[in-house]
């Protein structure tokens, strides 16, 4: 069967640290691979897909970035962070018609 | 493009009472139509989905959803609620082709007190 991971379950940064976040999706090969970021009291808001190896699609403009260096990695990585970026990232997967997410990264920015 | 409106930002019931978490879409073509459930600090399960066929669908916990092409709505329905079913609730849709990118809406926190 399939399985999403993610780490780190948490993270504490001060502003202006870097950022790098791994999603890793086992049982498949060539998926749709996805980040969303939950902020507090907010719904999901999709950050990046990707539909193969080094093929990155980015929906919102901001200090974050994505890549996907291996057919099932996929990560998510900032230069500098601001107290904006502060939220629950998820990591998802697509399955014939339904998304799957993995159990996600609280991120705190102090 | 897709869009998805989840009026009620949070839900308020008594333990075994019945509920109704309203979700409507906005769509120019045909879509599939979800609802995911996320308990705190946990990433985001499937709860039950509409494809085709009958319009009221099921899942294994006592949830179902009908949809209603009429009224663009999905909404989502419980006779009889659980302490445990208190969570977010997550309504979703997607095209059913081209790329495979799910809309969701803001969620509907789902509160159950005894």
């Known amino acids: 069967s399939q399985t999403i991971h993610q780490w780190p379950a948490t993270l504490v940064q001060p502003v202006g640290s870097p950022l790098s976040l791994e999603c890793t999706v086992e049982?498949?090969?060539?998926?749709?691979l996805y980040w969303y970021r939950q902020a507090a009291g907010r719904g999901l808001q999709l950050l990046f897909y990707s539909v193969g190896i080094g093929q990155i699609s980015s929906e919102v403009p901001q200090n974050l970035s994505a890549s996907r260096p291996q057919d099932r990695q996929f990560i998510l990585s900032s230069k500098k962070l601001l107290l904006s970026d502060s939220g629950f990232y998820l990591c998802?997967?697509?399955?014939?018609?339904?998304?799957?997410f993995g159990p996600g990264t609280r991120l705190t920015v102090t | 493009a897709q869009s998805v409106t989840q009026l009620d930002s949070q839900v308020p019931v008594f333990e075994e009472a019945p509920v109704e978490l309203r979700c409507n879409y906005s769509s120019s073509v045909s879509v599939y139509l979800f609802w995911y459930v996320q308990y705190p600090n946990q990433g985001l399960q499937l709860l039950l989905k509409y494809l085709s066929g009958s319009t009221l669908v099921e899942s294994i916990n006592g949830f179902e959803a009908e949809f209603n092409k009429s009224q663009t709505s999905f909404h989502l329905r419980k006779p009889s609620v659980h302490i445990s079913d208190t969570a977010e609730y997550f309504c979703a849709v997607r095209k059913p082709t081209g790329f495979q990118k799910l809309v969701f809406g803001t969620g509907t926190r789902l509160l159950v007190s005894p």
């Open positions: 998802a997967w697509m399955a014939g018609v339904e998304q799957y």
């Open positions: 049982g498949t090969s060539n998926p749709n």
